[in-house]
């Protein structure tokens, strides 16, 4: 993760799964607005509880923006499908 385009995405709270990914120049286009630079339905996810947003801040994998603790393996899951999205970019 520590060289990923990647700045910030969400996944799925059933299995980890990566939905959408976004760079930080995206994010900061829109003022770091999720609800402008995401697609709608992933917003809608996000703010119903049914995705996790998550961001990467100097290789690091946080998840606690609006969904307090999560468990762990969920955490790990994503952050095992994100490096496997970075190799096949």
């Known amino acids: 993760m520590k060289n990923s385009k990647i700045w910030c995405g969400c996944a799925s709270i059933y299995d980890g799964f ?3 990914t976004h760079t930080y120049e995206e994010a900061k286009a829109e003022d770091f607005h999720h ?5 709608i ?4 996810r ?3 509880g049914e ?4 961001w990467i801040d ?5 998840t606690d923006w609006r969904n307090g603790e999560i468990p762990r393996w969920l955490s790990e899951k994503i952050a095992e499908n994100l490096a496997k999205e970075n190799k096949e970019e």
């Open 51 to 54: 995705s996790i947003f998550f």
């Open 35 to 39: 609800s402008l630079y995401f697609s």
């Open 41 to 44: 339905e992933a917003a809608e």
């Open 58 to 62: 100097n290789g690091v994998l946080h």
């Open 18 to 20: 990566i939905e959408e």
């Open 46 to 48: 996000i703010n119903e």
